[in-house]
């Protein structure tokens, strides 16, 4: 029974497939039906008639299988879709028996009615997928976007506070309920109230730091997942971030909740946090960095604090290098120049106009330029940093004009200069000039040997295995070879002569055998052959 069961359930799935064929079928036949009417011809084979009826209860059997399983609730839409469906069917029924008893005239009206039964059967089916009046969607007047208000900061110096009412949920109906409200619900995600939303989606929990509700909203807009989707109206930066407090704040959909910083520029949690520890030092709010990063999580760069609790940020953007250009590095990073510690270009496509961007980052340590098409003129934009002290600049063109360029930062440590057009000698003078800098040059100046390994000192006196020839005149027999001389002159599997090259040792005795087959027939059963 529980094979029956299976194979039924696995029928009911197979309606998407299914319900497309008769659909096509009976409008096909119908306009057949219409024409042969009109010119007074005869009606379709019975055969044509009985192949589209089949079609249609076959359809209409695997939605009602579909519908028994469960997960599947009551809906208008579905009610109607399953009542109309299976009306169709016995429609189907009706016009192949007319067919077959010749009542062509009852026939074809029985056609017409079944056609009209299968229409809105189909539009509730499609309202079921996409959503409530998806079939007239496109003819409906679409209501302008109006952009949601933001929370403003409060007077006093005190955090701009929202809420899910004010600002959480306009947003969410100006740029996501289209497609996850009551009408559409795309990947059984509804986010037109509260109780919807934390019912999820069909991928799980929506909110959450891992929620997927979050996960999608900051992948890069060309992502396929990406949301919203690019056709459609994206979040501006501050939107974005106001979505990102929310979900982190646990999503309080009662109540407000903190988002950024008041008038003066103070941060509320950092203002407690001294009122209860003097120690603690408050740093400035700058509003422009959650902006900043916000945009940094709209693209492919990598980044991440460089400590914990910091906000000097490590930036590649080595995972779309090629791409990158001054352009887009300056859209990203020109509103923190002082946010970024460590920063990585290697092998983007920036100018020297980038450099005086990059000079003006004042807390910069580590810079890695390599295969960049900077000049001697863009690199003295960064002379005199006081804070640089690791600098990549392999496989680029600078050249030894830049050595007294090197000099003026007191926290240069670690230098690349391989693959420039830096000579040898020019190496030399600038490594006598900075003695305390590591220069990388390719060369082998720093390649000293970590460890030499003692000379080898041999305890036995026999004699090694490229030894020499002996004064007899005859190599000494190397030290790992011993010869193993058969017991047997016959062997005993092909009863030929034995020869020496062949051996075996078993049970302690070595034994001979004719061929290299003859070993491996042996070891089958050696007792066998033993006795031979």
Not at 410 to 433: D, H, M, V
């Amino acid at each position: 029974m529980e094979i029956i069961a299976d194979a039924l359930a696995v029928f009911g799935r197979m309606h998407p497939l299914l319900l497309h064929l008769p659909i096509g079928m009976l409008l096909g036949l119908g306009l057949l039906e219409w024409f042969a009417a009109r010119r007074g011809l005869s009606p379709m084979a019975r055969g044509v008639v009985l192949v589209v009826a089949c079609a249609t209860i076959l359809s209409a059997a695997s939605g009602w299988m579909l519908h028994e399983e469960d997960g599947y609730g009551t809906s208008f839409a579905l009610e109607w879709h399953e009542r109309l469906g299976i009306a169709t069917a016995f429609g189907a029924l009706f016009s192949v028996v007319l067919r077959f008893r010749d009542k062509i005239t009852p026939y074809r009206w029985m056609l017409l009615l079944t056609i009209a039964l299968m229409v809105p059967a189909g539009h509730f089916g499609a309202e079921m997928t996409h959503g409530k009046g998806f079939l007239w969607e496109p003819l409906e007047e679409e209501e302008p976007s109006v952009a949601p208000s933001m929370p403003e900061p409060s007077a006093g110096g005190m955090a701009a506070m929202a809420s899910f009412e004010q600002h959480v949920a306009p947003l969410l109906k100006a740029r996501c309920t289209r497609c996850h409200g009551a009408r559409k619900v795309k990947g059984e995600l509804r986010l037109d109230s509260p109780e919807a939303i934390l019912a999820g989606g069909e991928t799980g929990p929506a909110l959450g730091a891992d929620g997927e509700f979050l996960r999608r909203l900051e992948l890069p807009l060309e992502h396929d997942d990406h949301m919203p989707p690019e056709s459609k109206t994206q979040l501006t930066a501050p939107e974005l971030s106001l979505l990102q407090v929310w979900i982190l704040e646990d999503a309080p959909f009662t109540g407000e909740f903190a988002f950024g910083e008041g008038e003066s520029g103070e941060d509320p949690t950092q203002a407690a946090q001294a009122e209860d520890d003097p120690a603690v030092e408050q740093e400035e709010y700058d509003p422009t960095y959650d902006l900043a990063i916000a945009g940094l999580n709209g693209s492919l760069a990598h980044w991440q604090p460089i400590e914990p609790e910091s906000k000097q940020l490590w930036v590649s953007f080595a995972p779309f290098a090629e791409n990158v250009n001054d352009e887009i590095v300056e859209q990203l990073l020109r509103t923190i120049p002082e946010y970024i510690g460590e920063l990585n270009l290697g092998r983007t496509q920036i100018t020297d106009r980038s450099m005086n961007f990059i000079g003006a980052m004042s807390n910069l340590r580590s810079l890695n330029l390599s295969q960049v098409m900077i000049s001697d003129v863009g690199l003295f934009s960064l002379t005199g940093h006081q804070h640089l002290e690791e600098l990549v600049l392999s496989q680029t063109n600078i050249s030894e004009a830049t050595s007294e360029f090197f000099l003026t930062m007191p926290k240069l440590s670690e230098l690349y200069l391989w693959g420039t057009n830096f000579t040898p000698s020019g190496i030399a003078s600038l490594r006598q000039q900075l003695p305390e800098v590591m220069i990388d040059f390719g060369d082998s100046f720093y390649d000293e040997p970590l460890e030499v390994e003692a000379e080898l000192v041999f305890t036995s006196d026999a004699p090694l295995v490229d030894a020499p020839p002996t004064e007899e005149g005859t190599t000494p027999e190397p030290i790992n070879t011993v010869r193993l001389t058969p017991s047997n002159t016959i062997c005993p599997v092909s009863g030929k002569p034995v020869d020496p090259l062949y051996t075996v040792v078993y049970d302690g005795k070595v034994i001979g055998f004719c061929c290299p087959n003859c070993p491996k027939t042996f070891w089958e059963d050696p007792a066998k052959f033993l006795e031979n």
